[in-house]
C-alpha cells in the first residue's frame, strides 16, 4: 500500500516536472507568436493559411513584394521567407538595427547556412558565435586593412600571372566562361593574400576551396527545406554533407604541415634569420596571440565569405561595363594617367574615382543579396515607429533605398558616373567610395557587422580591373548582355555568361 502510494507521488512529481518543463519550452513561443500576429503580413491572399504558396512567391517576386510591402507598412512588417517567417525593417531604420548590440548574426546564418553542422566548421569559425570569429575580425581590421599598402604590388603581380594565365596572351578574339575566368583569378589573389605566394598557385588547394565553397551553399539549401530537427538527423547520410565534411579532412592533409612549416620560419625571422613572411597565417597567428584556433578551418571559412562574393561582383561589373561600352575608355585613361604618377599602391587606387564609381554602382543595382544579412533579437526591442519586435525573431533591413528616385533619380539606368559625380558635391568627397557604407547603399552591410573584408575586395576588384581593361579588349559573346539570376533574396551575376577577348596589342 505504501509503495504504491509511493510510486504514485513520484509518478506525479514526474508529470509535474514534465508539465513545467514543456510550459517553459512553448511559452516563450506562444507569447513569440502572438507578438508576431501583430505585425502585419506582406502579401496576404484570401484563403492562404499557411505560407507555402507566399514562400514560392517571394522566391519568384522577391522585389516587388518588398516594395509593395514598404509602401503599405512604411513602420516595418513580415514576409513569409525561406527558413522561417522575418521581419523586414524599413531602411530609415539601418542606422537603429546596424549599430544595436542586441541584434546579433549568428542565428539567421545558422538557419540559412547551417554554420553550427559538421562539415560547415569554415563558416562557423569566422561567422559564427566563435571565439575565432572575434580574432579573425581583429585580423582583417589591424593587420590586413592596414597592411593594404603594401598588398598592393602582391595583388598586381598575382593579377598579372593569373589573368593573362586564364584569359590568355593571344592577339585574337577568342570566348570565355565568364564566372569561371574571374572565379579562377580572385581565388588566386584571395589565397596570396591569405596564404602567401606558394599555395596560391596550388592546384589543388585552389579547387578545394572553390568545391568547399560551392558545396558549403548545395549543402544548405538542401538542408534548409527540413525542419532544424530532422535536418540535423539526415545531414549525416546525405551525400552532399559527406563530401562536406570529407573536404574538411582533405584540407587537414593539405595545409596542416604547410602552416606547421610555415610558422616555424615565423619563429626564425624573430629570431632575425629569416624574413618575416607577410600573409594571412601570419597575421592570424600574431592576432592569436597564444590564444587556440584553427588555422585550416579559419582558411576554409575565407574561401566562404570571400571568394564568391568578390567574383559575383567582379563578374557583374566587366557584364554592366560590356553593356556600356563608352565607358572602357575614360576609364582606360583615368587607369593610366594614375599609375603614370603614382606607381602601383594603395593610394594608386584611391584615386581611381571612375573605376571606383563604376563598381559601386553595379553593386548598387545587383548587390549579392536582395537585403543585408538577417539579424536575430537577443530581448524584445522597439523600433522608434513603434514597432515591437519580439525577443526571438529574425528581422533584416531592406535596400530598397538603392532602387529609389529619390536617393538614385532614374535608378533603374546602369550609370558609372552616378558615385563620380556625387562625390564632387561639396563634404561627399567620401561618402560614395566603394567602401564607405550608408542605408542608402547597403552592399557591404552598414553598422557593427559591415563587411570587414570590403576594403580587400575593393582592392582586388580593382586591381584586376585595371589590368583587364588595359590589356583586353572586350565584348560580350551574346547579342544581349545576360541578365542577373534573381532567387529570393540571392541576386547572382549570371553563370552563362561568356565575354569576347582579345590581348590588346600594347
Ligand atoms: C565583394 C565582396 C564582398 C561582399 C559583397 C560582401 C558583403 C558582405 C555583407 C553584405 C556582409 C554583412 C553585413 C551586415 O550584415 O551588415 C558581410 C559580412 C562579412 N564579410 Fe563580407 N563581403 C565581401 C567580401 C568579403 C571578404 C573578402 C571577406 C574576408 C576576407 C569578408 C568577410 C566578411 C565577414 C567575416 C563578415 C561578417 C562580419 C560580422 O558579422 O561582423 N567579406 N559581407
Known sequence: MLATKYQDSVFAS??????????????????????????PLADKRPGEFLDTKRKQRMVQNY??????????????????????????????????????????????????????????????????????????????????????GNLTEDLVDEASAAISETWGLENEWHELPLMSAVLSVVCRLSTRVFLGP???????????????AINTFVCARTLRRYPEVIARIIQCFLKDCRVLRNQVATARRLLGPYIAKHLETVESARRGIADMPRDGIVWMHETANGQPYDPVIIQLGVSVTAIHTTTDLLTQTILDIVAHPEIITPLR??????????????????????????????????????????????????????????????????????????DYPDHEEWDGYRF????????????????STCPEH?????????????????????????????????????????????????????????????????
Not at 602601383?344 to 545587383?366: G, P
Request: aromatic share 8%; with cysteine.
Open 198 to 212: 606558394d599555395l596560391c598557385k596550388n592546384p589543388d588547394w585552389l579547387q578545394l576551396v572553390v568545391r568547399y
Open 63 to 148: 522585389r516587388q513584394i518588398l516594395k509593395d510591402g514598404l509602401e503599405k507598412y512604411p513602420g516595418g512588417f513580415q514576409i513569409a521567407g525561406e527558413t522561417s517567417r522575418q521581419i523586414v525593417i524599413p531602411p530609415q531604420y539601418a542606422n537603429f538595427v546596424n549599430v544595436d548590440p542586441r541584434f546579433t548574426t549568428a542565428e539567421p546564418l545558422d538557419a540559412f547556412i547551417k554554420i553550427t553542422f559538421a562539415g560547415f566548421e569554415g563558416s562557423n569559425s569566422i561567422l559564427g558565435h566563435t571565439k575565432s570569429k572575434d580574432m579573425f575580425l581583429t585580423m582583417m581590421r589591424s593587420k590586413i586593412n592596414k597592411n593594404l
Open 333 to 406: 585613361k583615368e587607369i593610366e594617367q594614375v599609375v603614370a604618377e603614382d606607381g602601383w599602391r594603395n593610394m594608386t587606387l584611391q584615386k581611381m574615382k571612375l573605376l571606383d564609381s563604376v563598381v559601386k554602382e553595379t553593386q548598387r543595382l545587383k548587390p549579392a543579396s536582395g537585403a543585408t544579412t538577417g539579424r536575430y533579437a537577443n530581448e524584445e526591442i522597439t523600433l522608434p515607429s513603434g514597432l515591437v519586435i519580439p525577443k526571438g525573431a529574425f528581422v533584416f533591413t531592406s535596400m530598397q533605398r538603392m532602387w529609389d528616385d529619390e
Open 420 to 435: 563620380y559625380n556625387k562625390r564632387k558635391e561639396p563634404g561627399k568627397e567620401n561618402s560614395y567610395q566603394l567602401v
Open 442 to 506: 547597403l552592399g557591404f552591410g552598414h553598422g557593427l557587422h559591415a563587411c570587414p573584408g570590403r576594403f580587400l575586395a575593393a582592392a582586388e576588384v580593382k586591381v584586376a580591373l585595371s589590368y583587364i581593361l588595359m590589356n583586353y579588349d572586350l565584348e560580350c559573346a551574346t547579342q544581349e548582355v545576360p541578365k542577373p539570376l534573381i532567387n529570393g533574396m540571392e541576386f547572382m551575376s549570371n553563370p552563362e555568361a561568356k565575354l569576347r577577348v582579345r590581348r590588346r596589342k600594347l
Open 14 to 39: 514526474i508529470l509535474i516536472g514534465l508539465i513545467i518543463a514543456l510550459v517553459k519550452l512553448l511559452l516563450p513561443i506562444w507569447v513569440r507568436a502572438i507578438k508576431l500576429s501583430r505585425i
